[in-house]
């Protein structure tokens, strides 16, 4: 039982690049989510998604997109990278909306 | 708006030396509070869930209690082994998806 997989750990894009993060859970949850963390400002939740098929936008969504086509992956498009989005990106899973999330490893990305 | 403090930024404690962390809430309908434990260059951890005020979650030399404003994460008897970020975060009615975190406390436990 893996719970949570991100990919890549790592990252380094420039300025302009696109790439899309990796997701994977093994727990049958419905609920996924995506958060960046960044020093000082806690953890904000990015897109979110409540089964296949289903997305929505959390707190910081512009520049980032998501899709849902299976129960079991839930990918990030970066789609013109930032410096702005340079931070650690994690992924997380929930059986509902009111139960606790397990977290991925998180992915750091640097926007050079 | 949700909103979720935590106090202190950052404590530093002797091995053994007994403390709390605070975290205060703002929320239209609490649904649950989470506490989460993360090491650096990992993913948080989950620790206690909290739902009601009065409630109380125990675990090793961890306690969490919960009322209608604030959750305390006490710890007993520290270990170095404790040092870390603890996080908080509440789950509102309204937003099924939409956990609330603050921007935790870094632990320190001195040997």
């Known amino acids: 039982n893996a719970g949570v997989t991100q990919t890549p750990k790592f990252q380094v894009l420039k300025t302009g690049q696109s790439m899309t993060l990796q997701c994977a859970q093994d727990m049958n949850h419905e609920y996924m989510s995506w958060y960046r963390q960044d020093p000082g400002m806690g953890l904000r939740l990015i897109h979110y998604s409540v089964g296949a098929g289903i997305t929505d936008q959390g707190e910081v969504p512009n520049g980032y997109n998501v899709s849902r086509s299976t129960t079991e992956d839930f990918p990030l498009r970066l789609l013109s990278a930032a410096p702005s989005q340079t931070s650690v990106y994690f992924c997380?899973?929930?059986?509902?909306?009111?139960?606790?999330?397990?977290f991925g490893q998180g992915t750091r990305l640097t926007v050079v | 708006e949700d909103q979720v403090t935590q106090s202190p930024e950052a404590l530093r404690l002797q091995e053994g030396e007994s403390s709390s962390l605070n975290c205060s809430y703002t929320?239209?309908?609490?649904?649950?509070l989470f506490w989460y434990r993360q090491d650096p260059g990992k993913g948080p951890e989950f620790l206690f869930t909290?739902?009601?005020a009065g409630e109380e979650k125990e675990k090793e030399r961890l306690k969490a209690t919960l009322t209608k404003k604030e959750s305390f994460l006490h710890i007993t008897a520290p270990k170095p082994e404790d040092s870390a970020t603890y996080l908080c975060?509440?789950?509102?009615?309204?937003?099924?998806?939409?956990?609330?975190f603050g921007q935790g406390t870094r632990l320190t436990i001195n040997p």
């Open positions: 975060a509440v789950q509102a009615s309204g937003g099924a998806q939409k956990l609330v």
């Open positions: 909290l739902y009601s």
């Open positions: 929320v239209s309908g609490l649904r649950g």
């Open positions: 997380a899973s929930r059986y509902s909306g009111y139960t606790e999330a397990f």
